[in-house]
Nanobody
Framework: EVQLVESGGGLVQAGGSLRLSCAAS????????IGWFRQAPGKKREGVSCISPKDANTWYTGSVKGRFTISSDNAKNMVYLQMDSLKPEDTAVYYC??????????????????WGQGTQVTVSS
C-alpha cells in the first residue's frame, strides 16, 4: 500500500523557519518524483517544489526560491522541505505527492498519482 505521510507543520511567526517531512512507503522511492504542494483557503493547490531522488535534481516555484530547500534521504525514503524566512502568504496546507513520471518541472498536479493527507503551516504577521 502506497503511503505518504507529512509532518512538521505548525504555527510560526513571520521570518521564522519550519521543516516539513514526508515519509514515503509502498513504492520504489527512486523511481518517482516527489513534489510539495500547498493549498490556501479559497485558492487552488499550487506546486512549491519538486525533487528527483534518483539524481537530486530540484525545482522551485518563484515565490519560494532562495527561502525553501527540498532534499531527500534515499536510505530512509524521506523528503524534506526546509522553509526559512517564512511569510504570512506561505500559510496553507502543505501536501507531498509522488509521480512516476515528472511532467515538466514537477510543479503541476498532472502526473502525481499519490498524495499525503497534508500538514497545516500557519505564519503569523
Amino acid at each position: 500500500e502506497v503511503q505518504l505521510v507529512e509532518s512538521g507543520g505548525g504555527l510560526v511567526q513571520a521570518g521564522g523557519s519550519l521543516r516539513l517531512s514526508c515519509a514515503a512507503s509502498g513504492f520504489t522511492f527512486g523511481d518517482y518524483a516527489i513534489g510539495w504542494f500547498r493549498q490556501a483557503p479559497g485558492k487552488k493547490r499550487e506546486g512549491v517544489s519538486c525533487i528527483s531522488p534518483k539524481d537530486a535534481n530540484t525545482w522551485y516555484t518563484g515565490s519560494v526560491k532562495g527561502r525553501f530547500t527540498i532534499s531527500s534521504d534515499n536510505a530512509k525514503n524521506m523528503v524534506y522541505l526546509q522553509m526559512d524566512s517564512l511569510k504570512p502568504e506561505d500559510t496553507a496546507v502543505y501536501y507531498c505527492a509522488a509521480a512516476p513520471h515528472r511532467v515538466g518541472d514537477g510543479l503541476i498536479i498532472d502526473g502525481y498519482d499519490y498524495w499525503g493527507q497534508g500538514t497545516q503551516v500557519t505564519v503569523s504577521s
